[in-house]
């Protein structure tokens, strides 16, 4: 499956984004799905994960209650809603596949599947 994300911008702090992962190639649904994100000079961070139903859904403790994940598998689509922003937030962003049989996983090492990643840019 290939991952395309988009969505990604500059936006002041207490701001709003939504992110796109649109997959090609196989069904979307196949998959659970997850985001992560990298800072420069840090390591890649887990942010939210979905079933490949998306009746389930997982945050990180830094994320909880702003983001929600979620995905429209008739469109091959997943989304990030991202709510009031912080500086902290800036980094780019990846969706990633998971065709494993685990609900989702918050390990970057189970997904097998990565897109090219989009910038958000949080302005303080």
């Known amino acids: 499956v290939q991952l395309q994300a988009s969505g990604g911008g500059l936006v002041q702090a207490g701001g709003s984004l939504r992110l796109s992962c649109a997959a090609s190639?196989?069904?979307?649904?196949?998959?659970?799905m997850g985001w992560f994100r990298q800072a420069p000079g840090k390591e890649r961070e887990f942010v939210a994960a979905?079933?490949?139903?998306?009746?389930?859904?997982y945050y990180a403790d830094s994320v909880k209650g702003r983001f929600t994940i979620s995905r429209d598998n008739a469109k091959n689509t997943m989304y990030l809603q991202m709510n009031s922003l912080k500086p902290e937030d800036m980094a780019v962003y990846y969706c990633?596949?998971?065709?494993?049989?685990?609900?989702?996983?918050?390990?970057?090492?189970?997904?097998?599947?990565w897109g090219q990643g989009t910038l958000v840019t949080v302005s303080s």
């Open positions: 979905i079933s490949r139903s998306g009746g389930s859904t």
């Open positions: 990633a596949a998971d065709r494993g049989v685990n609900s989702f996983s918050t390990r970057a090492s189970a997904y097998n599947y």
């Open positions: 190639g196989r069904t979307l649904s196949n998959y659970a």
